[in-house]
């Protein structure tokens, strides 16, 4: 479907009262670009083995800083590691092996912020976090992992927090000799500049962190690569990186000669990548609903970073890019992959299997084999697919959870899917029959309507029996989970409203014990809010409380807040603030 300014909305373009904030963060960026910039050494490169330039000192990577810690302080004891975006495949978004962060001491008295590593670039990916990592010359340590709008990754001793002077262990640069990030194309959809927006994903045994990065030469041409960086040092693992181009069989947006072609000028990777047996799978969103766009699916060689599959979700139409805000697809325990496309053309004529006649699924919540060539094994879109395209009100603006296996009222055991748009619905889909297309009304496990009070612009997430939910304008929301059925009305909500984008809540616990709710309120300042889990009445702290904005950290659209080891981690327009319990 064409152009129009209405799709921009669910892509965070032209929202009331956010030019100024985008110019202040233009401004901040750009000068702390140059700061570090200044402090740079002269970088040398190497070819790699597909005839890349690569850096080979990559904690003297152009344009993302030269420092590089030498504290030989042990790590902080840690058994967590947080290797992908809302730390498991079912995206549940909990971490229960939080051991030290309770419900008694997240307080503005014994917690708030300790300071903030400074990166070059916006953090619009979560951080990740793996403990006990042997550094080079430096020692064993717990790192953080920081990707950034400008193309960087940093490494972080994790325990070493200190004002916003501590230094990275490595930095590397993911924009090659003669290039620089992709300028934001006109749109303010991520702005100044694109790089690293998706959450990577970490192999330890492999050794690798793994990054999609976009930038651009000087023909002004635009280049995604998928890069492998050694943890201990961010040099390029495995050949890399491998430039990304794909083809599909079809005549749709982009054709040519009877292939879809991937412009790289049309696409982000906007949701977080998954791994998933040594294959490393991306989805592609569109870059601000502009141009000649569809629905990407690619994966890699973990091993090898060439590409072993590509599947067009909308071949033979337009638009349905998979955006999903920065949410990653999802894995059941047969490793099938879930993920919901943006609005785009869908086939209402079906074929004997029900399925669109045409390969057009656009607005579908998708379920594909992990397997090539990746093939939809199963959909689920509402009724009134093409009204909700038309206008806008698609429900790709979601991300999925995969809920645990649940036993219903008469003991069977059920795999449930939960997914939600800018509709307000709640649907929960049966993974094993989710319901495909029904003209005359949908035919799902179950729909929820007008259960939030706004869109769905992050994605729900799990604890405990309990579904959380923090829609745009409406309250942070516990739905229980009973005989494998949400409760229509949430048990318990907050009293804070939170305003656009909404929150992509995170709960941290102990087991099932000292459950925290972790939200993220945008606005003038970001603002952390932890909430009892079990009764969301109850707020424990937010980072507005304690006197003189002692942890007050800048606001940044689509963050969702990470815990581990007692610390909590926030992304910004600049840096990564570091809550945790006070000295």
Not at 183 to 196: A, K
Not at 257 to 269: A, L, T
Not at 552 to 575: C, E, H, I, L, W
Request: hydrophobic share 35%.
């Amino acid at each position: 479907m064409p152009f129009k300014t209405v799709p921009a909305l669910k892509r965070g373009v032209l929202v009331p009262g956010h030019n100024g904030l985008n110019l202040h963060f233009f401004i901040l960026g750009a000068a702390l670009a140059l700061v570090l910039l200044a402090g740079c050494g002269n970088s040398s490169t190497s070819t790699s083995t597909n005839g890349s330039s690569s850096n080979s000192n990559p904690s003297l990577s152009p344009g993302c800083g030269s420092s590089r810690s030498t504290s030989a302080t042990p790590a902080a004891p840690s058994s967590i590691d947080v290797v992908t975006y809302h730390y498991d495949n079912l995206r549940t978004g909990q971490n229960t092996s939080e051991t030290i962060l309770t419900t008694a001491n997240v307080n503005s008295t014994q917690f708030g912020k300790l300071g903030e590593f400074m990166v070059a670039g916006k953090v619009d990916a979560q951080p990740l976090y793996l403990s006990n990592v042997s550094i080079p010359g430096v020692g064993t340590k717990n790192v953080l992992y920081v990707a950034t709008e400008h193309g960087c990754v940093f490494a972080f001793d994790a325990d070493s927090i200190s004002g916003s002077t501590s230094k990275a262990l490595w930095t590397a640069s993911t924009t090659l000799s003669g290039e620089v990030p992709s300028d934001n194309r006109g749109c303010n959809q991520v702005t100044p500049e694109i790089g690293i927006t998706s959450t990577p994903v970490v192999d330890r045994t492999r050794g690798a962190i793994y990054v999609v990065a976009v930038s651009k030469n000087a023909s002004g041409n635009y280049i995604h690569r998928i890069h492998a960086l050694d943890l201990t040092t961010g040099a390029e693992l495995f050949g890399g990186p491998t430039t990304i181009t794909a083809t599909f069989p079809g005549g749709g947006a982009g054709s040519s000669g009877g292939n879809v072609v991937f412009d790289p000028s049309q696409y982000n990777e906007r949701p977080g990548l998954l791994e998933l047996n040594g294959t490393i799978f991306t989805t592609w969103g569109s870059h601000c609903d502009a141009g000649s766009y569809t629905a990407w699916v690619m994966s890699f060689s973990a091993d090898t970073l060439k590409q072993t599959a590509v599947l067009n979700l909308v071949p033979n139409g337009s638009d349905g890019g998979i955006w999903m805000a920065g949410a990653a697809p999802a894995v059941d325990a047969a490793g099938n992959i879930y993920f919901i496309i943006g609005n785009g053309t869908f086939d209402t004529t079906l074929n004997s299997s029900g399925f669109p006649s045409r390969g057009d699924c656009g607005n579908c919540f998708a379920k594909i084999s992990s397997t090539p060539p990746l093939p939809l094994l199963d959909y689920f879109t509402p009724s009134n697919t093409m009204t909700e395209s038309d206008g806008d009100i698609d429900f790709g603006s979601g991300g999925p959870l995969l809920l645990p296996d649940l036993a219903d009222a008469t003991g069977t055991t059920r795999h449930l899917a939960v997914g939600s748009g800018k509709d307000a619905k709640i649907y929960v889909v049966d993974r094993d029959n989710m319901g495909k297309f029904n003209a005359g009304g949908d035919a799902i496990y179950q729909e929820i309507p007008s259960a939030l009070a706004g869109g769905e612009f992050g994605k729900p997430s799990y604890f405990n029996n309990t579904v959380y939910y923090g829609g745009i304008s409406d309250r942070l929301k516990a739905f229980p989970v009973s005989n494998a059925k949400l409760a229509t009305t949430p048990s318990t909500q907050s009293s804070t409203q939170f305003a656009y984008p909404g929150t992509t809540p995170s709960i941290s616990a102990n087991s099932t014990a000292n459950g925290i709710v972790w939200a993220v309120e945008n606005g003038s300042t970001g603002v952390l809010h932890a909430y009892d889990a079990t009764n969301l009445t109850r707020e424990l702290y937010n980072s507005n409380q304690a006197a003189n904005g002692r942890d007050q950290f800048a606001d940044n659209k689509f963050v969702t807040p990470m815990v581990a080891n007692g610390r909590v981690y926030v992304g910004t327009p600049a840096s990564v603030a570091v809550f945790g319990l006070l000295p």
